[in-house]
């Protein structure tokens, strides 16, 4: 278009400069003709403005396919699901995607030791190798199949908080990962991370000092415009370390910490994630009342559409990046529950998950204390509600000697525990 309009314009100032010699022909010959020049002059001076012109419109035009190219390479090119597995009272949750013609897929938490449940649903999946496994902590409801994970999956990399456990899950974990080549890391609070367009926050922890449940590994995974956060067991303290971080915190959908324990889930955090879905996972009917009745009455009433695996069974949300869809393995109502009886205060009966008691020697008429409730080890002498909670935490044990390890017990209080004969090992 624009080289016709120069042509134009030459030819029209040809005539012009044409027209202008012929008519001062008698002109003195000490006037200067300038017809020539002006018309050369100005020819220059058009073909320079039309190569800006066309430069500009060239680079215009890049810079309309540059964001164009961004756009598409922020936009998810598949659907992320997003599998909240029916693990019984544990953990774990598992993320496939494509991109392009690679697929992915990233597991967080690895459900409980006595089970293989996870193992089957991934093998189920077809799931032919796993980039990414984080476990948010050694509890053995969290890293309880991650050995045998390791051992059957090519693993590129395994995130753990970097707290340990005396428990032989976590010791026969850590071997197998060791022994499977993955590469290992520990991440802090801060870090960015992709995974082809999923993208992944680490909320927390700053730093570790032996906290088990408190320092879990928290992650936000954005897919395009939708996100996922979960917090494994973390409590409300470390919630409110994450909110006064000034993170981004609002998540499309949440994991309620702790199976949806009323020591998770403060009103302030979630305030701050501003769910658009809530789901847990727990056992059906089990032992530590999970889901608390005071949590569920919480999301109810504030409109949060919430899901859980003891209700729905395993729980697939899918999403193209923007809009999602929540399909369940079956229909169910979530109902609040009763907290129990007991007179101790909701923080001071939290218990820390079961660990295992492999090769108890429990008899019927005894208090095993590798497997016996939060409610069950405080009938033994000297074990009220704190310590009953640390006695958990700190299983397995050889024998009741290795009650020593908590707090306050020493070698008399353990003479007076075995002549109580309660408590075995």
Known sequence: MHKNFLLSMILAIGLVACGQGASQDSAPETSEDHSGTTASEIKKELIEEDNEIEAEEEAEERKSASETTATADNQPSSDLEVHYIDAGQADATLLKFKDEEESYTVLYDTGDWRRNDVVNYLAAQNISSIDLIVVSHPDADHIGQLAEIVTTYDTGEVWLSGNESSSQ???????AVLTSGADFHEPRTGEEHE????????LYPASI???????????????????????????????????NSGMNLNATIL??????SNTSSDTAFINAVRPEVAIYSAGANNSYGHPHAEVITYFQDSGIDLYGTDVHGTIIVTTDGNDYTILTNRDGTISPKSTGTSSSSPDAKEEVEDTEAEGSTANSTCIDINKASFEEVQEIIHIGPARAEELIDLRPYQSLDDLTKISGLGPARISDIKSQGLACD
Do not use: C, W
Request: charged residues 25%; hydrophobic residues 30%.
């Open 209 to 243: 000092s032996g906290k088990s449940n408190e320092e879990s590994v928290s992650l936000k995974f954005s897919y395009g415009n939708s996100s996922f956060l979960f917090t494994g067991d973390a409590r409300k303290k470390e919630e409110m370390d994450m909110v």
């Open 195 to 202: 995974i082809g367009p999923l993208k992944i926050d680490v």
């Open 255 to 260: 994991q309620l910490g702790h199976h949806g």
């Open 169 to 175: 899950t976590f010791q026969r974990a850590i071997e």
